[in-house]
C-alpha cells in the first residue's frame, strides 16, 4: 500500500471522503491509479512552470479550480475545507512536500498552498 494511502487512511479512514474515494478506487486496477497519481503530479509540474506568478493570478486560480474539480471527479468531493487541507500538507515539508518538489521544482508544494488559499479566499 502506498505511504500516501496508509497516512490518509489513518488520518481521515473515518469520514465520508475517505469512504468516497474507497468507493471510487474499488473498481481501478493498480495501473489506473497510478496513471491517476501521475495526473494528479502533472497539476504540480503545470503549477512549476507558472512560478513566480502571483498565487492569486487568472492562471494559477484557475489551475487551483481545475485540480479541485479533478480531484472530485477522481476521488473524493474535494472541498473547500478539504481542499485546504490538502494545501498543508502540500507545503508541511513532508513526502508530499518532496514529492511534488521533486517533480515541478523546489518551493512548488508552498507555492501550492499560496495558491490554493488565495483561491478558498476568493470563493
Not at 494511502?5 to 474515494?21: F, N, P, Q, R, S
Not at 494559477?60 to 479550480?65: D, E, K, L, P, Y
Not at 498543508?88 to 508552498?110: F, V
Request: glycine residues 8%; charged residues 25%; hydrophobic residues 35%.
Amino acid at each position: 500500500m502506498d505511504i500516501h494511502v496508509k497516512e490518509a487512511k489513518a488520518l481521515y479512514g473515518k469520514t465520508d471522503a475517505y469512504k468516497e474515494y474507497v468507493q471510487k478506487s474499488a473498481s481501478r486496477t493498480a495501473q489506473q491509479e497510478m496513471n491517476l497519481g501521475e495526473q494528479v503530479m502533472d497539476f504540480f509540474v503545470r503549477l512549476g512552470r507558472m512560478r513566480p506568478c502571483d498565487p492569486g493570478c487568472e492562471e494559477a486560480q484557475t489551475w487551483a479550480n481545475e485540480l479541485q474539480a479533478f480531484l472530485t471527479e477522481h476521488f473524493y468531493t474535494c472541498t473547500p475545507q478539504i481542499l485546504s487541507s490538502l494545501a498543508e500538507s502540500y507545503a508541511a515539508g513532508g513526502s508530499m512536500t518532496e514529492n511534488i518538489d521533486k517533480a515541478a521544482g523546489s518551493g512548488t508544494g508552498a507555492f501550492a498552498k499560496e495558491v490554493i488559499d488565495a483561491y478558498v479566499n476568493s470563493l
